[in-house]
C-alpha cells in the first residue's frame, strides 16, 4: 500500500471528468487500497480518484462505519435540500456552505464487480455526492458565489506564495 499524492486547486485534473471503468481488476483494486490509505492519511471522509490523479469514476469514503468502495457510482434518486459546511482535501483549510440533496439513492459497483444499490441520507449522502462531484470535474468553489470564489481564490493563492517561500 502507499500513500499517493493529492491534487490540489488549481490542479486541472481536477476540472475533467472521470472515464468510466470498465473491469475490476488487479489494478482498480491495488488503487482502491491506495486511496483508502490515503484518505485515512490524510485524514479525510471521502476521495475521488481525479484528487490523486486517476481520471477513473472510483470512490471511497468512511464516515465512521467502515469503508466502502464504490466504482462507477451514480445517483438514481434524490430527495430534500439542505446546506451544511464541507470542506475538500483538495482545497485544503477552506470549508464552505453547500447545498445538497438530503437523501440519495445510489448505484454502482464493488470491488467483486457487483452491481450495488442503496438509500442513504445526512453525512453519508452528503459525501457521496461530493465525491460525485470530482467525478464529474466539479469542485466545492463551483457551489458558491462568484463573489465567494473569486475572495477563496485570492486567499489560496496568498496562502500558496506564503507558504512557498
Known sequence: ??????????????????????????????????????????????????????????????IGEGLCILINPEIIGCEGRIKAEEGCLSIPGIRVEVPRYEIIRVTGINLKGERVSFETKDLLARVIQHEIDHLNGNLILDKVS????????????????????
Request: charged fraction near 35%; hydrophobic fraction near 35%; glycine fraction near 4%.
Open 1 to 62: 500500500m502507499a500513500i499517493l499524492d493529492i491534487k490540489t486547486f488549481p490542479s486541472e485534473i481536477l476540472k475533467q471528468k472521470a472515464n468510466p471503468i470498465k473491469y475490476v481488476d488487479k489494478e482498480i483494486r491495488k488503487l482502491a487500497e491506495n486511496m483508502s490509505e490515503t484518505m485515512y492519511d490524510k485524514k479525510g471522509v471521502g476521495l475521488a480518484a481525479p484528487q490523486v490523479g486517476n481520471l477513473l469514476r472510483l470512490i471511497t469514503y468512511d
Open 146 to 165: 462568484r463573489l465567494k470564489r473569486e475572495l477563496i481564490i485570492r486567499k489560496l493563492k496568498k496562502n500558496y506564495k506564503s507558504t512557498s517561500k
